[in-house]
Protein backbone atom coordinates (compact mmCIF):
# COMPACT_ATOMS: atom_id res chain seq x y z
CA UNK A 1 0.00 0.00 0.00
CA UNK A 2 1.41 3.13 -0.82
CA UNK A 3 1.33 6.78 0.89
CA UNK A 4 -1.60 8.09 -0.28
CA UNK A 5 -3.62 5.01 -0.26
CA UNK A 6 -2.37 4.55 3.43
CA UNK A 7 -3.56 8.45 4.55
CA UNK A 8 -7.20 7.67 2.66
CA UNK A 9 -7.17 4.49 4.78
CA UNK A 10 -6.69 6.01 8.34
CA UNK A 11 -8.83 9.02 7.59
CA UNK A 12 -12.18 6.74 6.40
CA UNK A 13 -10.87 4.41 9.64
CA UNK A 14 -11.87 8.17 11.64
CA UNK A 15 -14.64 8.95 9.73
CA UNK A 16 -16.50 5.44 10.52
CA UNK A 17 -15.31 6.20 14.32
CA UNK A 18 -16.74 9.58 14.23
CA UNK A 19 -20.08 8.29 12.56
CA UNK A 20 -20.05 5.55 15.11
CA UNK A 21 -20.13 7.85 18.13
CA UNK A 22 -22.82 10.01 16.45
CA UNK A 23 -20.64 13.34 15.71
CA UNK A 24 -21.50 14.02 12.10
CA UNK A 25 -18.30 14.95 10.00
CA UNK A 26 -20.58 17.19 7.83
CA UNK A 27 -23.29 19.34 9.92
CA UNK A 28 -25.44 21.25 7.84
CA UNK A 29 -24.24 25.16 8.50
CA UNK A 30 -22.07 26.95 11.04
CA UNK A 31 -22.59 30.22 11.94
CA UNK A 32 -19.41 32.60 11.10
CA UNK A 33 -18.75 35.70 12.53
CA UNK A 34 -15.24 36.91 11.32
CA UNK A 35 -12.91 36.14 8.85
CA UNK A 36 -8.70 35.82 8.83
CA UNK A 37 -8.96 39.69 6.96
CA UNK A 38 -10.55 41.45 9.13
CA UNK A 39 -9.19 40.35 12.23
CA UNK A 40 -6.01 41.19 10.60
CA UNK A 41 -6.65 44.18 10.53
CA UNK A 42 -8.54 44.73 13.78
CA UNK A 43 -5.83 43.60 15.67
CA UNK A 44 -2.79 45.05 14.03
CA UNK A 45 -2.11 46.89 16.90
CA UNK A 46 -1.54 44.25 19.47
CA UNK A 47 2.37 44.07 20.82
CA UNK A 48 4.08 40.52 21.35
CA UNK A 49 2.27 38.62 23.71
CA UNK A 50 -0.57 40.29 24.50
CA UNK A 51 -4.00 38.72 24.61
CA UNK A 52 -7.71 40.11 24.02
CA UNK A 53 -10.53 39.39 25.65
CA UNK A 54 -12.80 39.61 22.80
CA UNK A 55 -14.44 36.95 21.02
CA UNK A 56 -13.71 35.24 17.51
CA UNK A 57 -15.71 32.88 15.99
CA UNK A 58 -14.10 31.76 12.62
CA UNK A 59 -14.06 28.96 10.35
CA UNK A 60 -11.60 27.64 7.34
CA UNK A 61 -9.56 24.47 5.87
CA UNK A 62 -6.68 23.62 7.87
CA UNK A 63 -3.52 24.08 6.05
CA UNK A 64 -1.36 22.78 8.71
CA UNK A 65 -1.05 21.29 12.05
CA UNK A 66 2.46 21.41 14.86
CA UNK A 67 1.18 19.65 17.54
CA UNK A 68 3.76 20.26 20.80
CA UNK A 69 2.07 18.41 23.33
CA UNK A 70 0.39 20.38 25.88
CA UNK A 71 0.04 23.04 22.69
CA UNK A 72 -1.36 22.40 19.28
CA UNK A 73 -0.38 25.27 16.41
CA UNK A 74 -2.16 25.56 13.12
CA UNK A 75 -2.95 27.40 10.37
CA UNK A 76 -6.32 27.87 8.65
CA UNK A 77 -7.11 29.54 5.37
CA UNK A 78 -10.59 30.99 4.39
CA UNK A 79 -12.18 32.90 1.48
CA UNK A 80 -10.01 35.87 2.56
CA UNK A 81 -6.25 35.00 3.74
CA UNK A 82 -5.11 32.51 6.64
CA UNK A 83 -5.07 33.05 10.47
CA UNK A 84 -3.22 30.85 13.19
CA UNK A 85 -5.57 28.95 16.20
CA UNK A 86 -4.23 27.29 18.93
CA UNK A 87 -5.21 24.71 21.34
CA UNK A 88 -3.27 25.44 24.30
CA UNK A 89 -3.45 23.11 27.96
CA UNK A 90 -5.70 25.10 30.36
CA UNK A 91 -7.05 27.55 28.07
CA UNK A 92 -8.41 25.31 25.61
CA UNK A 93 -10.82 22.04 27.48
CA UNK A 94 -9.50 19.07 27.80
CA UNK A 95 -12.21 17.65 25.56
CA UNK A 96 -11.58 19.67 22.42
CA UNK A 97 -7.73 19.24 22.63
CA UNK A 98 -7.67 15.42 22.79
CA UNK A 99 -10.75 15.59 20.07
CA UNK A 100 -9.00 17.94 17.71
CA UNK A 101 -5.80 15.99 18.21
CA UNK A 102 -7.33 12.22 17.41
CA UNK A 103 -9.64 13.19 14.31
CA UNK A 104 -8.34 16.57 12.71
CA UNK A 105 -6.11 16.59 9.56
CA UNK A 106 -4.49 18.98 7.26
CA UNK A 107 -7.48 19.88 4.73
CA UNK A 108 -10.29 19.33 7.15
CA UNK A 109 -12.48 22.25 7.80
CA UNK A 110 -12.89 23.27 11.03
CA UNK A 111 -14.89 25.82 12.90
CA UNK A 112 -12.95 27.85 16.07
CA UNK A 113 -14.40 29.88 18.91
CA UNK A 114 -11.97 31.84 21.07
CA UNK A 115 -10.45 35.26 22.18
CA UNK A 116 -7.73 36.68 20.62
CA UNK A 117 -3.98 36.84 21.19
CA UNK A 118 -0.56 37.35 19.28
CA UNK A 119 2.15 35.47 20.17
CA UNK A 120 5.24 35.79 21.56
CA UNK A 121 6.61 35.48 17.77
CA UNK A 122 4.32 37.67 16.10
CA UNK A 123 1.89 35.96 15.09
CA UNK A 124 -1.71 36.44 15.08
CA UNK A 125 -4.33 33.56 16.80
CA UNK A 126 -7.46 32.38 18.01
CA UNK A 127 -6.93 31.41 21.02
CA UNK A 128 -9.34 28.20 21.64
CA UNK A 129 -12.24 27.91 23.51
CA UNK A 130 -14.53 25.32 21.38
CA UNK A 131 -13.28 23.48 18.30
CA UNK A 132 -16.10 21.91 15.79
CA UNK A 133 -15.77 19.83 12.99
CA UNK A 134 -17.30 21.21 9.49
CA UNK A 135 -16.08 18.81 6.62
CA UNK A 136 -13.62 15.49 7.02
CA UNK A 137 -11.12 15.32 4.16
CA UNK A 138 -10.45 12.21 3.20
CA UNK A 139 -7.78 12.34 0.45
CA UNK A 140 -4.52 14.23 1.68
CA UNK A 141 -3.18 17.78 0.34
CA UNK A 142 -0.40 18.34 -1.79
CA UNK A 143 3.08 18.19 0.50
CA UNK A 144 3.57 21.77 1.78
CA UNK A 145 6.55 22.84 0.15
CA UNK A 146 6.15 21.48 -3.28
CA UNK A 147 2.46 22.15 -4.08
CA UNK A 148 1.24 21.67 -7.45
CA UNK A 149 4.48 22.11 -9.25
CA UNK A 150 3.07 20.72 -13.06
CA UNK A 151 1.22 23.16 -15.18
CA UNK A 152 -1.25 20.83 -16.73
CA UNK A 153 -2.22 19.30 -13.34
CA UNK A 154 -2.93 22.77 -11.87
CA UNK A 155 -5.41 23.12 -14.57
CA UNK A 156 -6.92 20.01 -14.40
CA UNK A 157 -7.25 20.53 -10.49
CA UNK A 158 -7.69 24.14 -9.95
CA UNK A 159 -9.36 23.37 -6.65
CA UNK A 160 -6.14 22.24 -5.28
CA UNK A 161 -4.26 24.84 -6.96
CA UNK A 162 -6.56 27.40 -5.65
CA UNK A 163 -5.93 25.57 -2.04
CA UNK A 164 -1.79 25.80 -2.41
CA UNK A 165 -1.17 28.57 -4.30
CA UNK A 166 -1.93 32.40 -3.08
CA UNK A 167 -1.16 33.74 -6.44
CA UNK A 168 -3.66 31.67 -8.05
CA UNK A 169 -5.97 33.30 -6.37
CA UNK A 170 -5.18 36.81 -6.65
CA UNK A 171 -5.19 36.50 -10.71
CA UNK A 172 -8.73 35.33 -10.32
CA UNK A 173 -9.32 38.17 -7.92
CA UNK A 174 -8.02 40.48 -10.43
CA UNK A 175 -9.95 38.93 -13.20
CA UNK A 176 -13.46 39.56 -11.08
CA UNK A 177 -12.25 43.41 -10.79
CA UNK A 178 -11.32 43.67 -14.46
CA UNK A 179 -15.15 42.82 -15.06
CA UNK A 180 -16.25 45.28 -12.24
CA UNK A 181 -14.09 48.18 -13.31
CA UNK A 182 -15.42 47.83 -17.25
CA UNK A 183 -18.92 47.62 -15.92
CA UNK A 184 -18.40 50.96 -13.44
CA UNK A 185 -16.82 52.25 -16.79
CA UNK A 186 -19.80 51.66 -19.39
CA UNK A 187 -22.70 52.44 -16.81
CA UNK A 188 -21.35 55.60 -16.19
CA UNK A 189 -21.94 56.74 -19.76
CA UNK A 190 -25.40 55.19 -19.91
CA UNK A 191 -24.74 51.69 -21.19
CA UNK A 192 -27.35 48.93 -20.32
CA UNK A 193 -26.61 45.59 -19.56
CA UNK A 194 -28.36 43.18 -21.32
CA UNK A 195 -28.21 39.09 -21.88
CA UNK A 196 -28.54 37.43 -25.11
CA UNK A 197 -29.00 34.02 -25.89
CA UNK A 198 -26.05 31.26 -26.04
CA UNK A 199 -28.13 28.92 -27.63
CA UNK A 200 -29.49 30.19 -31.07
CA UNK A 201 -31.08 28.97 -34.20
CA UNK A 202 -28.28 31.06 -36.54
CA UNK A 203 -25.67 31.97 -35.51
CA UNK A 204 -23.36 35.14 -36.82
CA UNK A 205 -21.46 38.33 -35.57
CA UNK A 206 -18.36 36.63 -36.43
CA UNK A 207 -16.82 34.03 -38.60
CA UNK A 208 -15.94 30.94 -37.17
CA UNK A 209 -17.39 27.31 -36.98
CA UNK A 210 -19.91 26.96 -34.45
CA UNK A 211 -20.71 24.11 -31.87
CA UNK A 212 -23.31 22.83 -32.91
CA UNK A 213 -26.75 20.62 -30.66
CA UNK A 214 -30.01 19.70 -30.51
CA UNK A 215 -33.51 20.71 -28.54
CA UNK A 216 -35.73 17.63 -28.32
CA UNK A 217 -38.93 19.76 -27.26
CA UNK A 218 -38.66 21.10 -31.01
CA UNK A 219 -36.98 18.45 -32.99
CA UNK A 220 -34.63 21.38 -34.39
CA UNK A 221 -30.72 22.03 -34.26
CA UNK A 222 -28.99 24.64 -32.53
CA UNK A 223 -25.68 26.53 -32.00
CA UNK A 224 -23.64 27.57 -29.10
CA UNK A 225 -23.39 31.74 -29.55
CA UNK A 226 -20.02 32.63 -31.63
CA UNK A 227 -21.15 36.01 -31.03
CA UNK A 228 -23.87 38.33 -29.09
CA UNK A 229 -23.44 40.86 -31.92
CA UNK A 230 -26.34 40.21 -34.14
CA UNK A 231 -28.69 40.61 -31.35
CA UNK A 232 -27.27 43.54 -29.60
CA UNK A 233 -27.80 45.78 -32.71
CA UNK A 234 -31.28 43.99 -32.50
CA UNK A 235 -31.68 46.32 -29.20
CA UNK A 236 -30.25 49.47 -30.51
CA UNK A 237 -33.28 48.74 -33.36
CA UNK A 238 -35.85 48.17 -30.72
CA UNK A 239 -34.85 51.66 -28.85
CA UNK A 240 -32.03 50.85 -26.36
CA UNK A 241 -29.38 53.73 -27.24
CA UNK A 242 -26.35 51.82 -25.73
CA UNK A 243 -26.09 48.14 -24.48
CA UNK A 244 -23.82 45.82 -24.01
CA UNK A 245 -23.42 42.40 -22.36
CA UNK A 246 -20.44 40.16 -20.75
CA UNK A 247 -20.99 36.47 -22.02
CA UNK A 248 -19.61 33.17 -23.27
CA UNK A 249 -18.71 32.93 -26.98
CA UNK A 250 -18.38 29.38 -28.40
CA UNK A 251 -16.03 28.77 -30.79
CA UNK A 252 -15.48 25.70 -32.74
CA UNK A 253 -11.85 26.35 -33.33
CA UNK A 254 -8.01 25.48 -32.60
CA UNK A 255 -7.06 25.05 -28.91
CA UNK A 256 -3.51 27.09 -27.90
CA UNK A 257 -1.95 29.52 -25.29
CA UNK A 258 -4.46 32.16 -26.77
CA UNK A 259 -7.02 29.89 -27.80
CA UNK A 260 -9.97 28.17 -26.04
CA UNK A 261 -12.90 26.80 -27.24
CA UNK A 262 -15.04 28.62 -24.39
CA UNK A 263 -14.09 32.33 -23.90
CA UNK A 264 -15.33 35.51 -22.37
CA UNK A 265 -16.02 38.72 -23.63
CA UNK A 266 -17.42 42.35 -23.00
CA UNK A 267 -19.19 43.43 -26.44
CA UNK A 268 -20.58 46.95 -26.38
CA UNK A 269 -23.05 49.17 -29.05
CA UNK A 270 -23.78 53.06 -28.98
CA UNK A 271 -26.14 54.71 -31.04
CA UNK A 272 -24.80 57.54 -32.52
CA UNK A 273 -21.27 56.89 -32.08
CA UNK A 274 -18.56 55.41 -35.08
CA UNK A 275 -14.98 53.83 -34.36
CA UNK A 276 -13.72 57.18 -33.18
CA UNK A 277 -16.05 57.50 -30.46
CA UNK A 278 -15.39 53.57 -29.91
CA UNK A 279 -11.75 54.30 -30.02
CA UNK A 280 -11.86 57.04 -27.19
CA UNK A 281 -13.96 54.50 -25.10
CA UNK A 282 -11.32 51.61 -25.13
CA UNK A 283 -8.54 53.80 -24.13
CA UNK A 284 -10.61 54.91 -21.41
CA UNK A 285 -11.64 51.56 -20.62
CA UNK A 286 -8.07 50.35 -21.07
CA UNK A 287 -5.95 53.06 -19.27
CA UNK A 288 -8.66 52.92 -16.33
CA UNK A 289 -7.90 49.43 -15.89
CA UNK A 290 -4.25 49.31 -15.97
CA UNK A 291 -4.47 52.27 -13.25
CA UNK A 292 -6.39 50.17 -10.77
CA UNK A 293 -5.50 46.88 -11.67
CA UNK A 294 -1.58 47.05 -11.92
CA UNK A 295 -1.33 50.92 -10.19
CA UNK A 296 -0.19 52.39 -13.31
CA UNK A 297 -0.64 52.89 -17.02
CA UNK A 298 2.88 51.24 -17.57
CA UNK A 299 3.50 48.10 -16.30
CA UNK A 300 5.28 44.37 -16.81
CA UNK A 301 4.24 42.33 -19.14
CA UNK A 302 6.70 39.00 -19.21
CA UNK A 303 9.29 41.48 -18.92
CA UNK A 304 8.00 43.84 -21.53
CA UNK A 305 7.52 47.08 -20.33
CA UNK A 306 3.82 48.27 -21.63
CA UNK A 307 2.40 51.68 -21.55
CA UNK A 308 -1.65 51.77 -21.60
CA UNK A 309 -1.26 55.74 -21.73
CA UNK A 310 -3.95 57.30 -24.19
CA UNK A 311 -3.40 58.16 -26.67
CA UNK A 312 -2.11 55.21 -28.41
CA UNK A 313 -0.73 54.54 -32.06
CA UNK A 314 -2.87 54.68 -34.50
CA UNK A 315 -1.80 52.77 -38.81
CA UNK A 316 -4.17 52.14 -41.63
CA UNK A 317 -4.10 48.46 -42.28
CA UNK A 318 -1.61 49.42 -45.44
CA UNK A 319 0.33 51.96 -43.30
CA UNK A 320 1.08 49.24 -41.05
CA UNK A 321 2.21 46.92 -43.48
CA UNK A 322 4.36 49.31 -45.25
CA UNK A 323 5.32 51.19 -42.04
CA UNK A 324 6.97 47.09 -40.45
CA UNK A 325 7.22 44.96 -43.44
CA UNK A 326 8.29 47.19 -45.74
CA UNK A 327 5.89 46.59 -48.42
CA UNK A 328 3.79 48.98 -49.89
CA UNK A 329 0.55 46.81 -50.52
CA UNK A 330 -1.30 49.66 -52.08
CA UNK A 331 0.88 49.79 -55.41
CA UNK A 332 0.88 46.02 -56.05
CA UNK A 333 -1.03 44.40 -58.23
CA UNK A 334 -3.13 41.41 -57.57
CA UNK A 335 -0.35 39.20 -59.45
CA UNK A 336 2.30 41.15 -57.04
CA UNK A 337 0.38 40.37 -53.50
CA UNK A 338 -0.05 36.74 -55.27
CA UNK A 339 3.86 36.28 -55.62
CA UNK A 340 4.91 37.97 -52.28
CA UNK A 341 2.13 35.91 -50.51
CA UNK A 342 3.60 32.24 -52.36
CA UNK A 343 7.38 33.93 -51.49
CA UNK A 344 6.39 33.78 -47.41
CA UNK A 345 4.72 30.45 -47.71
CA UNK A 346 1.35 31.37 -47.46
CA UNK A 347 -2.27 30.80 -48.59
CA UNK A 348 -3.12 32.82 -52.12
CA UNK A 349 -6.84 34.35 -51.82
CA UNK A 350 -8.71 37.33 -52.95
CA UNK A 351 -6.72 40.49 -52.73
CA UNK A 352 -8.75 41.58 -49.29
CA UNK A 353 -7.29 38.14 -47.59
CA UNK A 354 -3.88 38.46 -48.99
CA UNK A 355 -3.06 41.76 -48.05
CA UNK A 356 -4.49 40.70 -44.36
CA UNK A 357 -2.29 37.32 -44.60
CA UNK A 358 0.80 39.76 -45.21
CA UNK A 359 -0.27 41.87 -41.83
CA UNK A 360 -0.67 38.88 -39.65
CA UNK A 361 2.29 37.12 -41.18
CA UNK A 362 4.65 40.24 -40.69
CA UNK A 363 3.45 42.82 -39.09
CA UNK A 364 1.12 41.69 -35.90
CA UNK A 365 3.78 40.19 -34.00
CA UNK A 366 5.57 43.52 -33.66
CA UNK A 367 2.73 45.48 -32.43
CA UNK A 368 3.88 45.80 -29.16
CA UNK A 369 2.21 48.63 -27.11
CA UNK A 370 -1.39 49.14 -27.97
CA UNK A 371 -1.72 49.95 -31.34
CA UNK A 372 -4.90 50.61 -33.24
CA UNK A 373 -4.87 49.33 -36.87
CA UNK A 374 -7.43 51.05 -38.58
CA UNK A 375 -9.65 50.76 -41.88
CA UNK A 376 -9.64 47.29 -43.33
CA UNK A 377 -10.57 45.58 -46.85
CA UNK A 378 -14.52 45.79 -47.43
CA UNK A 379 -14.32 42.13 -48.22
CA UNK A 380 -13.58 40.47 -45.01
CA UNK A 381 -15.67 43.10 -42.99
CA UNK A 382 -19.25 42.05 -43.82
CA UNK A 383 -21.28 43.79 -40.82
CA UNK A 384 -18.98 46.90 -41.01
CA UNK A 385 -20.19 50.37 -42.49
CA UNK A 386 -18.01 51.30 -45.91
CA UNK A 387 -15.63 54.07 -45.23
CA UNK A 388 -16.80 57.38 -45.71
CA UNK A 389 -13.44 58.28 -47.84
CA UNK A 390 -12.57 55.42 -49.06
CA UNK A 391 -15.32 52.92 -51.01
CA UNK A 392 -12.35 50.15 -51.03
CA UNK A 393 -12.49 49.85 -47.14
CA UNK A 394 -14.47 49.95 -44.21
CA UNK A 395 -14.61 52.02 -41.02
CA UNK A 396 -13.21 49.42 -38.58
CA UNK A 397 -9.91 49.01 -35.93
CA UNK A 398 -8.80 46.05 -34.56
CA UNK A 399 -6.32 46.91 -31.44
CA UNK A 400 -3.24 44.92 -30.77
CA UNK A 401 -0.97 44.40 -27.70
CA UNK A 402 1.83 42.28 -27.32
CA UNK A 403 1.33 41.23 -30.87
CA UNK A 404 -1.92 39.96 -29.81
CA UNK A 405 -5.48 40.97 -30.95
CA UNK A 406 -7.52 42.23 -28.24
CA UNK A 407 -10.20 44.19 -29.29
CA UNK A 408 -12.88 44.42 -33.19
CA UNK A 409 -14.53 47.44 -33.62
CA UNK A 410 -16.29 48.75 -35.99
CA UNK A 411 -18.65 51.87 -37.58
CA UNK A 412 -21.54 49.60 -37.74
CA UNK A 413 -23.13 48.54 -40.85
CA UNK A 414 -26.96 49.51 -40.71
CA UNK A 415 -27.92 50.04 -44.34
CA UNK A 416 -30.26 46.18 -44.62
CA UNK A 417 -29.93 46.31 -48.61
CA UNK A 418 -26.21 46.58 -48.38
CA UNK A 419 -26.16 44.54 -45.17
CA UNK A 420 -27.71 41.44 -47.07
CA UNK A 421 -25.85 41.72 -49.75
CA UNK A 422 -22.62 41.48 -47.95
CA UNK A 423 -23.98 38.22 -45.82
CA UNK A 424 -24.88 36.56 -49.11
CA UNK A 425 -21.49 37.36 -50.54
CA UNK A 426 -19.85 36.16 -47.14
CA UNK A 427 -21.88 32.62 -47.34
CA UNK A 428 -20.68 32.34 -51.08
CA UNK A 429 -17.18 32.64 -50.12
CA UNK A 430 -17.02 30.44 -46.95
CA UNK A 431 -19.12 27.96 -49.01
CA UNK A 432 -15.76 28.07 -51.33
CA UNK A 433 -13.12 27.74 -48.14
CA UNK A 434 -10.94 24.95 -47.70
CA UNK A 435 -11.96 24.61 -44.08
CA UNK A 436 -15.35 24.66 -44.65
CA UNK A 437 -17.28 22.06 -42.24
CA UNK A 438 -21.20 20.95 -43.86
CA UNK A 439 -21.92 18.63 -40.96
CA UNK A 440 -21.11 22.05 -38.67
CA UNK A 441 -22.14 25.38 -40.79
CA UNK A 442 -25.11 26.58 -41.59
CA UNK A 443 -24.82 28.77 -44.12
CA UNK A 444 -28.31 30.37 -44.40
CA UNK A 445 -28.62 34.24 -44.79
CA UNK A 446 -30.32 35.60 -41.06
CA UNK A 447 -33.34 37.40 -42.72
CA UNK A 448 -34.56 38.06 -39.34
CA UNK A 449 -31.28 39.96 -38.36
CA UNK A 450 -32.27 41.96 -41.93
CA UNK A 451 -35.82 42.15 -41.03
CA UNK A 452 -34.94 44.26 -37.87
CA UNK A 453 -32.72 46.15 -40.28
CA UNK A 454 -35.97 46.79 -42.17
CA UNK A 455 -37.42 48.61 -39.36
CA UNK A 456 -34.04 51.06 -39.06
CA UNK A 457 -31.34 50.78 -36.53
CA UNK A 458 -29.62 54.48 -36.04
CA UNK A 459 -26.02 55.01 -36.67
CA UNK A 460 -24.19 53.10 -34.52
CA UNK A 461 -20.24 51.60 -33.38
CA UNK A 462 -19.69 48.46 -31.53
CA UNK A 463 -16.93 46.97 -30.53
CA UNK A 464 -15.80 43.31 -28.70
CA UNK A 465 -12.91 43.08 -26.08
CA UNK A 466 -12.01 39.79 -25.19
CA UNK A 467 -11.64 39.87 -21.07
CA UNK A 468 -9.81 36.56 -20.83
CA UNK A 469 -6.95 38.24 -23.19
CA UNK A 470 -6.97 41.59 -21.41
CA UNK A 471 -6.77 39.46 -17.61
CA UNK A 472 -3.50 37.19 -19.14
CA UNK A 473 -1.84 41.35 -19.56
CA UNK A 474 -2.90 42.59 -16.16
CA UNK A 475 -2.18 39.93 -14.52
CA UNK A 476 1.40 39.23 -15.92
CA UNK A 477 0.13 35.71 -16.76
CA UNK A 478 1.86 33.17 -19.20
CA UNK A 479 -1.57 32.26 -20.90
CA UNK A 480 -5.06 31.81 -21.15
CA UNK A 481 -4.97 28.81 -19.43
CA UNK A 482 -3.91 30.47 -16.44
CA UNK A 483 -6.76 33.01 -16.00
CA UNK A 484 -9.57 30.81 -16.84
CA UNK A 485 -10.89 28.65 -13.98
CA UNK A 486 -11.88 25.82 -15.74
CA UNK A 487 -9.49 25.84 -18.92
CA UNK A 488 -10.48 22.98 -21.10
CA UNK A 489 -8.03 20.12 -21.39
CA UNK A 490 -8.04 17.05 -23.37
CA UNK A 491 -9.29 14.31 -21.90
CA UNK A 492 -7.08 11.79 -20.05
CA UNK A 493 -6.45 8.20 -21.24
CA UNK A 494 -7.27 7.05 -18.21
CA UNK A 495 -4.94 3.49 -18.60
CA UNK A 496 -1.84 5.32 -19.55
CA UNK A 497 -1.74 9.14 -18.40
Known sequence: MGRQEQIVAERLKKLKELKAKGINPYPHKYEVKHNSKELHEKYKYLKKGQKKSDKAKIAGRIISIRDLGKIVFCVIQDGHGKIQVVLQ?????????????????????FGFEGTIWR???????????????????????????????????????????????NEVRSVFDKREKIIDVIREILKSQLFHEVETPALQPLYGGAEAPPFVTNLKALNIKLYLSISPEIYLKKLLVGGYDRVFTICKNFRNEGIDKWHNPEFTMMEAYASYWDYNDVMKLTENILSTLAKKICGSTKFEYQGIKLNFTPPFKVYTLVEAIKKFAKIDVKKMSNDELKKKILELKLEPGNRAEMITAIFEEKVQNLLIQPTFIIDFPIEISPLTKEHRKNSEMVERFELFVNG????????????????????????????????????????????????????????AGGIGIGIDRLTVLLTNSPSLRDVILFPFMRPLDKENK
Open 119 to 165: TDRGELSVLTKKAELLSKSIYPLPEKWHGLQDKEERYRNRHIDLIMN
Open 89 to 109: DKETPIKSIDFFKKYADAGDF
Open 404 to 459: IELANAYSELNDPIEQEKWLLAQIEARKNSKDFDAHLEALIIDKDFIDSLMHGMPP
